[in-house]
């Protein structure tokens, strides 16, 4: 385990657009998608499952050509189960160091999770919004059970122990149930479904994607994350995208902190899902089969989200989500007094988790400004616009800081430079 260090000072949130004030004043896997694909790529599991139970035979050459049939356009519409029910899944990043992980990442024994994420689909799917818990969030994790009837003790310690401490057992659910059951209980929300994706896993799903482009600002470079990159514009593949999410210290990376970390990565997930959107992933066959090939790799789930008509249902339903209403937010934190290389929730966090729970908007939009009606006889104004009909543009607004702020694939830039 790298030093940590300490998270940056609390600043007051801003949306993600232009509602730059609310009450969420510091309110700010890696999974690669916005819960919509997300889905799809749970699905996989599914179909391989199935498609490994029957055999098959090609009797292509053995069968006269069928007779001509007039073309007839149909529409297939999945439906979704959850019609109606808001949905909470826990979407974990596996730091897994063994195989093709350790290939990339460098063998190191145990199993650890360094990113952990809330993502919550509304009820109406009018929105999807992703809540990333800092690992070195001091939390109380509660009591673990083992499929062996053995408990782990209920301890302080930082977020991603909860994870550790499952993984006990080398054993990948026992740490997901771990994780979930310390979510529940410092959040109350509750967790619907889960997903772990490993490195080889991320790395495979981007590339499958074809890669994915991306503004950098100021060149970065992290010998240790194996991440090599000029500012400007450019092309990720998987194995740049991994590093651009692995990377904490080093060149052009802010302080080192793991806030700084998700910042980055919330840019990157965002990206992720302007591809998949551009792709139409969700709807191109074509695009999904390939892309869920390489997803299947490295990819564990519970079983529910192994039900292939649950999962087409709901990616279904996500296809129309506007790239604006999926929000990426960091919980709201500030340092431990206790401990500078930690954090601990704010009270701005318990406001967060009550919106999840009642499915609200994460960040409430600004209420409308109150129209003041004209007085015709008051004096005319030598700086009001020549047409007085036409509204006065509002003022910029402050670009959101990832990691700190909220922000959506729609706050990405779309000139670099």
Known sequence: MTPRHSAP??????????????????AAVLTVLAVGSFAITAGATAYVRLENNIRTHDISDLVSAPPPQPHVQTEHRPTDPFNGRALNFLIM????????NAEIGGEVEGMRSDTTIIAHVAADRSRVELVSIPRDTRVDV???????GSQSRPHSARFNDAFATGARNQDVGEAAACTINTVQAITGIPIDGWVVVDFAGFRNMVDALGGVDMCIPNDMYSEKAGLYLEAGLRHLDG??????????????????????????????????AQEVFRKNLLTDLDELYRFLTAATQSLTADPQLGRIRTLAGLAWSLQDVPLQNIVFLTAPHAPNPADRNEVVFTADAAVVWER?????????????APEVPADPDAPADPNAPADPSAPAAPPAADPPTPGVDPITPADLPTVCG
Not at 12 to 23: E, I, N, T, W
Not at 356 to 368: E, N, S
């Open 356 to 368: 999840l729970i009642t499915d609200q908007p994460i960040v409430p939009p600004a209420p409308a």
């Open 142 to 148: 509660p009591a673990c059970s083992f499929l062996d």
């Open 239 to 272: 194995t740049t995208a991994l590093a651009f999410a692995r990377a904490r210290t080093g060149q052009g990376l802010g302080n080192g902190s793991d806030i700084n970390r998700l910042g980055r990565q919330q840019q990157l997930m965002s990206a992720i």
């Open 9 to 26: 000072k609390q600043r007051r949130v801003r949306h993600a657009r232009k509602l730059r004030r609310h009450p969420l004043r510091n």
């Open 93 to 100: 990043g596996s730091d897994v160091r063994d195989g093709e």
